[in-house]
């Protein structure tokens, strides 16, 4: 049995259907549960019992200003992976390319290796290090001379998330690194040398060759970035404390948590803490499109 494009249907039946079901059971499944669950008032201390109460969940949320306070937040996160991890990671992919420096092997093994260690170590590590009585109050205390000069970036409201994008940045900006630097190697070296014998600076190489030859990298990495940072918890977790600190560094994934699986005295924790889910894939999706329309657009401007 054959269709018309002359497969052999129950084979072909046969191959997809596996994936397909796993992939229905694994993603599909959750994504619509967590859905109806959003529309309900559903919390297990009672029993299981719910009732359908419409988007008064989604109500809830746009009211809730620990929401808004961690969008903001997630914001920041993104603007940091976007902004900082991307850019600074292509510039060292190029330099490296270019062998601007010696060892370069060296340094992308440095610059790669925080990527190799868990997230929840390197949390604790960085924790350890702000601390008011950690390494970098002491280097504070020893450059000033005060004695009693402390870090306390970590416990302001308005500065939280200065040094967790400092650490954000020095965990990923290497494996963007590694992923533009795969991708200069694919680059044509004698346009490259061409363009240098025309009198062009390397500057101008970077901007005007180079830049241009890598945008779908640059697209993709910033898809990778936001998808990574709407859904990043466990470094955010793990470098702040209980308490007043975790909750001025709150983001959306650490919100989600805190109010479905923490928030005893929420009626309906579950269905309030699935509707935030959804709010941080909306969100993601609609970032995502945003940075496809702009690089689909930026294409577009340099063929012209």
Request: proline share 4%.
């Amino acid at each position: 049995m054959r269709g018309r494009n002359g497969r052999n249907l129950p084979v072909y039946i046969g191959m997809v259907v596996p994936a397909l079901s796993i992939f229905l059971f694994i993603v599909a499944y959750p994504i619509i549960y967590s859905f109806w669950l959003s529309l309900t008032d559903f919390n297990p201390n009672r029993g299981g019992e719910w009732n359908f109460v419409g988007i008064a969940q989604y109500a809830k949320m746009f009211n809730d200003p620990n929401f808004w306070h961690a969008l903001k937040n997630n914001l920041i996160v993104v603007g940091v992976s976007v902004f900082g991890q991307i850019p600074l990671g292509f510039g060292l992919a190029y330099i490296l390319f270019r062998k601007h420096v010696r060892a370069s092997g060296f340094f992308q093994s440095m610059l790669f290796l925080p990527h190799f260690l868990s997230t929840i170590v390197i949390g604790i590590l960085w924790k350890r290090m702000f601390q008011a009585d950690g390494p970098v109050s002491t280097l504070l205390q020893y450059l000033s001379g005060d004695p009693s000069a402390q870090f306390t970036l970590m416990l302001r409201a308005e500065t939280v998330m200065y040094p967790i994008g400092f650490a954000l940045i020095w965990i990923y900006t290497g494996l963007y690194m590694v992923i533009f630097l795969a991708n200069l190697q694919k680059l044509d070296k004698e346009m490259l040398e061409a363009a240098q014998i025309d009198g062009a600076s390397e500057f101008q190489i970077f901007m005007r060759v180079v830049v241009p030859a890598l945008s779908g990298t640059i697209l993709v990495s910033s898809i990778l970035a936001i998808a990574g940072s709407l859904r990043g918890f466990d470094l955010i977790y793990s470098i702040t404390t209980q308490g007043l600190q975790r909750n001025n560094a709150m983001v959306l994934p650490i919100f989600m948590y805190q109010t479905a699986f923490q928030d005893f005295n929420n009626d309906s924790r579950f269905a309030y803490g699935a509707a935030i889910s959804n709010a941080i894939i909306l969100i993601s999706v609609s970032l995502i499109i945003i940075s496809n329309i702009i690089g689909k657009r930026l294409k577009a401007g340099e063929e012209n």
